[in-house]
């Protein structure tokens, strides 16, 4: 059996500075160090963060006033800053900088008049934060091809959209095909919204499946990047499953199996990548690791001045 690795996978710039805010504050303020909602989708990462002393909460109510609190990679609506304003706690914003620039031009768009359309899941984290920019009734979720076809948008207004930025590619160009067809002068990005991460990672994952006859994708059931690799890989033909670790490997997939793609979502540590490779090396006779690089990524954000020193 051989295995294959997409390259690139795991930690994207925005997970990647996420987790580095929470050890940088922890190390400068002393525990507790509060975090609204998981950090990042990644129950080891949370875990080990846990154990150093974040406490991770989704009320703020549950952050005592004058305390440090870290909002999460996945952005927050604005009145998530007014009420940690109200009760005095001091924040540090661990949002993706491309998710708030999604944000950023939702606004734009709706400063010059347009109703936003954002297109995504919804429930998300992201998607819950992306909604709280705008007023109530200033912005419409847009899940699916079937959405758009009943979607009901303010008479006389504008259209424009955004994007969710961990969406399918192929997904989002056929909702937003859909958009321009039944709304013509609707604006927004062509290719959406979605962040590099998102994009090179199924890429990579496309060029593993014409290799592949098994394809396993590290992450966690509530990380939308993660579940969109899995379903690229069905759609190409692959037996696909998602799994926390290798915990979660069952040995009946491996059946007539000669190769076996490996790829991780966003953020899910190297780590467990290579604890499900050392768990399928240990269970089977393997010829070969091989890796198949796409691209390499250089891309890196900031911390907050007062925490970058």
Known sequence: MKILLANPRGFCAGVDRAIHIVERALAKYGKPIYVRHEIVHNKTVVDRLRLMGAV????????????????????????????????????????CPLVKKVHLGAKRQNNQGSHVLLIGHAGHAEVEGTLGQLPQGEMSLVGSVEDVDALQVPAGRDLSYVTQTTLSLDETRDVIAALKTRFPNIKGPDKGDLCYATTNRQAAVRVICDEVQLLLVVGASNSSNSNRLRELGSVAGVNSYLIAGSQDIQ?????GVESVGITSGASAPEEVVQQVVSWI???????????????????RFSLPAELDA
Not at 283 to 295: C, G, N, Q, T
Request: hydrophobic share 45%; net charge negative.
């Open 56 to 95: 991770f909460v989704e009320d703020l109510a549950e952050v005592p006033e004058g305390a440090v609190v870290i909002f999460s990679a996945h952005g927050v609506a604005e009145q998530i800053y007014i009420d940690a304003a109200a009760r005095k706690q001091r924040v540090l914003d661990a949002s």
């Open 251 to 255: 040995t009946e997939w491996f059946s």
């Open 281 to 299: 090396q240990a269970h089977y006779k393997i010829e070969s690791v091989e890796s198949r690089v796409l691209m390499e990524e250089n891309v």
